[in-house]
């Protein structure tokens, strides 16, 4: 059985490519150190090889179903998520004070890798808890977080997200789930939500559900949108379970893939009255929702990276092993079949998939140490941080989400016919990965975020500042022969996807937003392309100034980071010319393209 992430690279990335191991110069990580993150790191992989992994396949092959009324899940999923609320998972990056370890948020996503990729579906439950938990920590009264998020974090409960409903989907504005408020302060909901992950099982003792919602007599759009708490199961005022709180399930939706998450179907109000609580002020629902929903994107994106890495491994493994054919101009039919690693198109599928997922592993933990800078770095540098993060977020979504699909479909092609049969895994993972694209976001989603927001907020700010650290990291490399190659082809990637995007948005007023709009696809590649070519620059330059001491592993290693720095140089990037020719010319063929010549 192939490793389910390269441990090697993981810890190349956090302590050699980013200064995590200077993290605990800040005051809020002081009680840490390197040998601390390494400790949890062997901690994740120990959980999540022993009890993660070992029925990720069972999960696929026996989906959520229900009987006498309750949701029924492969047993080991419980087992699994008592382990990982046993190693204090659950509670690691919050504050000591409340049973946590005050872990920097790069690190705690570095732990979540392993469980996504050893079992993306059952570790989608403890994902949605630990997003509840911290949007409450942010919005939540005081009472409310004794009440409702102390049980997340110590694992006992889990929660969700409840935004879409069945008429609406992403089109928040149009959410029809009303909140009538009660005497004692509370609302009573009423409504229906659709595809809601982790909205009903057995596997804790409650359910949070922060639901969307407008309170009666609220505006219409957007600015009516207030957020709610909703429990499974009412609490009572000294902590233990009361009543049925009526959400009920009405379907379960079966999937392609993630298929150990339940996906479902709630009615709120029926039966009886289901009770919330409002959190914070009314119309602020969405503005919050997107604190919950902005950390999941971002683990959207590494969760993706993680299943390409697994089918990376198997792939790799299976391409080691497996003789077939000869190397051309060897006509000897006795001669020794090679194994298919040493095929040129074999190499090319593998370094596809190795650039696809160390570039996306690189880029999910730089936005998530942004997050460590933004709340314990320099106070002067946060501003800037903010807006770097805000752009960056919608490419960490849907770059990784994209091209993991085809870093998969790769892997299926090196390994031929086993590729897509269920002896192996990768035709899982495909499945898997496929609903990530759709997750928090289509891509027309977070293309039209990038283009017409993230890119124009506060002057265009943001776009500034990742030039400006692309350019400065470019400046670090210049005289290392070894990055050369990379160092051009960024420069000159960065080069078009400024002047692109710059002629578009100057262009703004007069083309309209339709026309800006109508290829934000191309500005959402186009941009992210760059930024994975800057995050393989950053890589090379550390493995090429590392090299010159390194020997056996390390060095081959090494060796490897540099070639796959020169296959994204000169396969990947020289793409975002042809992005940036689109983007700049504001193309209007598929905007007049008209529904009745479909």
Known sequence: MAPFL???????????????????????????????????????????????????????????????????????????????????????????????????????????????????????????????????????????????????????????????????????????????????GTYSLRGSKMWISGGEHELAENIVHLVLARIEGGPAGVKGISLFLVPRYRPTP??????????????????????????TLLNFGEGGETVGE???????????????????????????????????????????????????????????????????????????????????????????????????????????????????????????SRYAQDALSDAIQVMGGAGYTRDYPVEMYYRDNRLNPIHEGTEGIQGNDLLGRKLTQAGGRGLTVLLERIHADLASADGLEAVEGIGTALTTAAGHAREALGTLLGQADALGPER???????????????????????QATVAASALDLARGDDAAFYRGKLQTARYYAVYELPKVRALAELLASADTTTLEMQAEWF
């Not at 379970?241 to 399930?249: A, F, I």
């Not at 040493?342 to 730089?366: F, P």
């Not at 800006?516 to 950053?538: D, I, K």
Request: proline letters at 5%; charged letters at 20%.
């Open 278 to 400: 409002l959190v914070g002020e009314p119309g602020q629902g969405l503005a919050q929702m997107f604190h919950m929903m902005n950390e999941a994107r971002i683990g959207v994106g590494l969760g993706a990276v993680m299943l390409a890495s697994a089918g990376y491994q198997v792939s790799l493994e299976y391409a080691r092993e497996r003789r077939q054919g000869r190397r051309p101009g060897v006509r000897d039919p006795l001669s020794p079949p090679v194994p298919i690693i040493e095929h040129a198109d074999v190499k090319r599928l593998l370094l596809r998939q190795k650039a696809i997922v160390e570039g996306g592993l690189a880029l999910c933990l730089y936005a998530s140490s942004l997050v460590d800078d933004l709340e314990t770095g320099a106070p002067d540098a946060r501003p800037d941080t903010a807006l770097l993060l805000d752009l960056l977020t919608p490419l960490v979504k849907s770059w990784p």
């Open 516 to 538: 800006v709009l109508a290829n934000a696809n191309a500005a959402l590649e186009l941009l992210g392309h760059t930024v994975v070519g800057w995050m393989w620059l950053r």
């Open 6 to 184: 390269d441990r090697r690279d993981l810890r190349f990335q956090l302590f050699e490519a980013l200064d995590t191991a200077r993290l605990p110069e800040r005051p809020r990580f002081a009680d840490h150190s390197r040998e601390t993150y390494e400790d949890v790191l062997k901690l994740a992989y120990a959980v999540a090889e022993r009890y993660f992994a070992n029925h990720v396949r069972a999960a696929d092959l026996n989906e959520p179903h229900v009987v006498d009324g309750k949701v029924v899940l492969v047993p080991e999923a419980k087992e699994a998520l008592r382990a990982f609320r046993d190693a204090g998972f659950y509670a690691a990056h919050h504050d000591e004070s409340l049973g946590g370890l005050q872990l920097p948020w790069v690190v705690m996503q570095a732990v979540m890798a392993h469980f996504q990729a050893a079992n993306i579906g059952t570790a989608g439950y403890a994902f949605l808890t630990i997003g509840n938990a911290n949007l409450q920590r942010v919005f939540a009264s005081p009472e409310q977080q004794r009440t409702y998020m102390q049980p997340l974090i110590e694992g006992r409960w889990t929660g969700t997200m409840a935004l879409s409903e069945p008429q609406a989907g992403s089109g928040l504005a149009d959410i029809t789930t009303t909140a009538t408020p009660r005497a004692d």
């Open 238 to 263: 000294d902590g233990r379970l009361g009543e049925d709180n009526h959400v009920v399930l009405a379907g379960l939706n079966h999937k392609m893939g993630y298929r150990g998450t339940t996906n």
